[in-house]
C-alpha cells in the first residue's frame, strides 16, 4: 500500500506523462502543418511559416510576383485541406473517445451506429440517382445529402432503442443492421450507374481531402467546436460510465438519456465532417486508443489529447498522399487504410497479451 508521499509523487508524474504527451502532439502537428505548407512549392519550413504569418499579418506582395503565387498557392490550394484535416481529425477522435466510452467497448467509433453508410447512401443518391434531399443550390446537393443521410442511421438506432431499453450491446447490433441495410442500397445503386458516376461514388466513399476549398470549413468548424466543448463537459459522467452502469446510476447519473445524447452529439459533428470529406476510417478508432495507452482512461484529459491525435493523424496521412503521387492525389483514406491497419493490430496484439489499450 503506497504512502501519502508515494502517491503524490505518482500522480506528479502522471500529470507530467499527460502534459509532455499532449505537448510532443501538438509540436509534431505544427511540423508537419509546416512541411504540408511547403511541399511543392520549393520553399522551406521556415519560409512557408514566414509566409503562413505574413499573410495573417496582412503583409500584400506586388500582383503576380513570385511571392504572390506562392501565397496564393499556400492559402488557396493548401491551406484549406490542412485545415479541413486538422477539424476532422480533431472532430472524429473526439466522438470515437466518447463512443467507446458511453459503448464500453473498444471496437466502437463514430461509424458504429451506421452513420458512414447513411452518409453514403445521400451522397451516392445524390451522385448517381440525381436525388436531392434539400435545396440547398446544386454546388451542395451531394454534401446535404450526405449530411442528412449521416443523421438518418442514428435517429432509428434511437426510436428503437427507447423502444426496447437497449443495451450498448443491442445499440451496436442495431447499427451494424441498419449499416447492412444502407450499403444494400448503396449497391443497388452503383451496379445501375456509369462508368462516370460509380468512380464519383467510389472516390467519395474513400475520403479524401482534395478539392478542400474554404467554403467547407465554417459548417464544420462551428459543429465540430460546439461539440468538442459539450464532449468536454460530458467527460466527468463519461467516466461514470467507465465504472459500469450500476455505479453511474447509484451516482445519480441518467444513463439512457445520457447515452442517447451522446449519441445525437456524435451523429451531428459526424455528419458535417464526412458529408464534406467522405469516409475516413481509423481516426475516431486509434486515435482514443493510442491516447489512453499513454496517459491513462480519464476522459477530461482523452478526449482532448485524443482530437489533437487524430488531427496529427489525418493531416499526415494527407501529406504521405500528396508525396507518393506526382500525378493526383491518392485519396486520404487509402493511406489511413494502409498504415493504421498495422498499426491497429498491433495495439490489439497488445491488449491480448494484457497492455489494454482500453
Not at 78 to 97: E, H, K, Q, T
Amino acid at each position: 500500500m503506497p504512502d501519502e508521499k508515494g502517491l503524490v509523487e505518482a500522480y506528479r508524474h502522471n500529470l507530467f506523462l499527460k502534459v509532455v504527451f499532449i505537448i510532443s502532439c501538438f509540436a509534431v502537428l505544427m511540423l508537419v502543418i509546416g512541411y504540408s505548407l511547403a511541399v511543392g512549392q520549393g520553399i522551406t519550413v521556415s519560409e512557408s511559416y514566414e509566409i503562413m504569418m505574413k499573410h495573417l499579418a496582412g503583409e500584400i506582395y506586388p500582383l503576380r510576383s513570385e511571392m504572390w503565387w506562392k501565397d496564393y498557392f499556400i492559402w488557396n490550394n493548401v491551406m484549406p485541406r490542412v485545415v479541413v484535416g486538422i477539424i476532422g481529425g480533431c472532430g472524429l477522435a473526439a466522438c470515437g473517445a466518447v463512443m467507446q466510452s458511453i459503448m464500453s467497448n473498444p471496437l466502437a467509433d463514430p461509424y458504429t451506429t451506421g452513420i458512414s453508410s447513411g452518409a453514403c447512401f445521400g451522397a451516392v443518391a445524390s451522385l448517381i440517382a440525381g436525388v436531392s434531399f434539400a435545396s440547398l443550390g446544386s454546388g451542395y446537393t451531394t454534401v446535404t445529402n450526405a449530411f442528412i443521410g449521416a443523421l438518418v442511421p442514428t435517429m432509428i438506432v434511437i426510436l428503437i432503442s427507447r423502444r426496447i431499453n437497449a443495451t450498448p450491446a443491442t445499440l451496436i447490433l442495431i447499427g451494424v443492421a441498419i449499416s447492412y441495410f444502407f450499403n444494400a442500397a448503396v449497391t443497388l445503386m452503383m451496379v445501375t450507374a456509369t462508368a462516370e458516376d460509380l468512380q464519383a461514388a467510389y472516390l467519395w466513399q474513400v475520403g479524401t481531402l482534395t478539392g478542400m476549398t474554404w467554403s467547407s470549413v465554417p459548417l464544420m468548424l462551428v459543429i465540430t467546436a460546439a461539440g468538442s466543448a459539450v464532449a468536454m463537459l460530458f467527460s466527468k459522467n463519461m467516466n461514470l460510465l467507465t465504472m459500469g452502469e450500476n455505479s453511474a446510476k447509484s451516482m445519480g447519473l441518467d444513463v439512457e438519456q445520457f447515452r442517447m445524447l451522446c449519441l445525437i452529439m456524435v451523429a451531428v459533428m459526424t455528419a458535417a465532417i464526412v458529408s464534406f470529406t467522405g469516409i475516413l476510417g481509423f481516426v475516431g478508432l486509434i486515435s482514443p486508443h493510442i491516447t489512453r495507452l499513454v496517459i491513462g482512461s480519464d476522459n477530461r484529459v482523452v478526449i482532448p489529447a485524443s482530437m489533437i491525435v487524430g488531427a496529427l493523424m489525418l493531416v499526415s496521412c494527407d501529406l504521405i498522399s500528396r508525396l507518393v503521387s506526382n500525378i493526383t492525389d491518392i485519396p486520404v483514406g487509402v493511406v489511413l487504410s494502409l498504415l493504421c491497419s498495422p498499426i491497429f493490430l498491433l495495439m490489439v496484439t497488445g491488449l491480448k497479451r494484457g497492455r489494454g489499450v482500453y
